[in-house]
Every structure is written in structure tokens, then in C-alpha cells.
């Protein structure tokens, strides 16, 4: 899959994705990044990406031209989606990102200072929420995207690793994890974790994922338990 990051701010995307698990899948090719920055494509003497709001008031807006140029120079794959990021989207989830995994190409455009004139919005087919606040831009959010989509494609993480198990994927809240040394202070690890018996563990764990869920994630458990009742 190609991701295609339209932002006035490239550099901000380095350090990211050339560490850990997800510079080792850039490196890989496992997933393509390439950046167009808006303001390669600004007109006058001053390249300038923004501007006032019509109407007045305070913060500046995003200029209509420059994103549009960014958009229609970029190449056009067979599958894909023009994701712009903005607190009043639909909040991105683990759902999303299998949605996302099938698309060959996603366009995904940052907004910075007050956000992008709404004329934009003629060319996007998507539009994502990171939550209920506000960030100074959509780099943190094309981030998060870009590494939880990448973290599910085939090659990313080890089997040691698999994301089967991990919170979401059945419904449930992950179970709690240890590693050596068996008693850390007065901390001990629980004691059916060092038992062996196979079918013991994968009750507590799963008696674990449920209590969790159900004390953090009340609105997961009722979904889990309707889901499981029709199963
Ligand atoms: C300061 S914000 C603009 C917020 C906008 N005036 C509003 O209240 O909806 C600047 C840019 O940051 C990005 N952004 C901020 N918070 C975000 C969030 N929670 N999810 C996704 N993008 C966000 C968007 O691209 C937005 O255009």
C-alpha cells in the first residue's frame, strides 16, 4: 500500500517512521510513505499556504489552490481513499484500520491553524477524528494511522507478537502480561502463569480480558456480551 502525506511539515514524520517495527516495514516495503508538501505548489513570490477567513475572526485557514494542486499531482492507484483529519470526523478504531488495509493508496492530508477551506472537502472521501480534542495538526493523527495499518500487514510484526490477541480483536480488553523474574520486590507473578496447564491459562486469561473490559470498557462489554449471546 502507498500512503501518500500531504503536510506543510515532512520533517515531522522522520524520526517516526524510521524507528522501531514500523521503520523496519518502510524498509522492507512492506508499506510505501511519500510526502507532497502543499506548499511546493503555492503561487506568488512568498508561497503562501494560508490565509484570514472570510467572515473574520481569529487563526488562519488553509488555502484552497495549493491543496488542491498537492492532491491532483499525486498518482492515481486503482483503490483509494482521500482522508482528511479533523476533530469532527468519525474517530478512528481498530475497525477502521482492516476498512483501510484493503485500499491501495491513501491520501492523507494534514491540516494545521484553523484547518482547510471547505472547498477542499470537494476532494476528500474520508474524513477521521483522533478524538475528542485539538491538536495543532493532522501529522499526529496520520501517524497513529499510518502505524496502526502498517502494524497489521503481513511481515510487520513476529509471530511472537501476533496482533490475534490483542486488545479489540475479539471484543475484549488484552489480558494482563509478565515476564521474568518470577517475584520482583513483593510482586509475584500469578501463580497460574507458571503452571503449565495450558487450558488454566487461557481461563484465567480470558476471565481476565473479560473483567477488564467490563471494569474499564463498560460500552465493550455489553457489545461483547450481545455479540456473544448471538454466536
Ligand atoms: C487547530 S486544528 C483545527 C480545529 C478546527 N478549527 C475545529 O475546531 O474543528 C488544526 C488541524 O489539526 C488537525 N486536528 C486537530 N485535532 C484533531 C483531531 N482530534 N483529530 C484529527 N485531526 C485533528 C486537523 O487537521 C485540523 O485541521
Redesign the pocket.
Known amino acids: 500500500m502507498r500512503f501518500d502525506v500531504v503536510t506543510l511539515f515532512p520533517e515531522f514524520f522522520e524520526s517516526p517512521l524510521s524507528s522501531g517495527l514500523l521503520g523496519k516495514a518502510i524498509v522492507n516495503q512492506i508499506a510505501e510513505v511519500q510526502f507532497t508538501n502543499p506548499r511546493d505548489f503555492a503561487l506568488g513570490k512568498h508561497r503562501k499556504v494560508d490565509d484570514v477567513p472570510y467572515g473574520g475572526g481569529a487563526?488562519m485557514v488553509?488555502k484552497v489552490e495549493p491543496l488542491f494542486a498537492a492532491i491532483e499531482s499525486l498518482p492515481v492507484y486503482p483503490k483509494r481513499e482521500v482522508i482528511?483529519?479533523?476533530?469532527?470526523?468519525v474517530p478512528m478504531d481498530q475497525a477502521m484500520f482492516k476498512t483501510l488495509l484493503t485500499y491501495d493508496q491513501l491520501i492523507l492530508?494534514?491540516?494545521?491553524?484553523?484547518?482547510?477551506d471547505e472547498r477542499v472537502m470537494t476532494l476528500v472521501t474520508r474524513e477521521?477524528?483522533?478524538?475528542?480534542?485539538?491538536?495543532?495538526?493532522?501529522e499526529?493523527?496520520a501517524l497513529a494511522l499510518i502505524n496502526g495499518t502498517v502494524r497489521l500487514m503481513p511481515g510487520t510484526i513476529g509471530k511472537e507478537e501476533s496482533h490475534q490477541c490483542d486488545s479489540f480483536e475479539d471484543g475484549l480488553l488484552d489480558f494482563p502480561h509478565y515476564t521474568r523474574p518470577p517475584i520482583f520486590r513483593d510482586l509475584e507473578v500469578p501463580e497460574v502463569l507458571r503452571s503449565g496447564n495450558h487450558a488454566a491459562i487461557a481461563a484465567w486469561r480470558k476471565q481476565q480480558q473479560q473483567e477488564r473490559t467490563s471494569d474499564r470498557r463498560p460500552d465493550l462489554y455489553e457489545e461483547w456480551l450481545k455479540q456473544s449471546n448471538c454466536d
Open positions: 487563526g488553509m482528511y483529519f479533523t476533530p469532527q470526523g492530508l494534514c491540516g494545521n491553524y484553523e484547518g482547510v477521521i477524528s483522533l478524538g475528542d480534542f485539538v491538536l495543532t495538526g493532522g499526529i493523527p
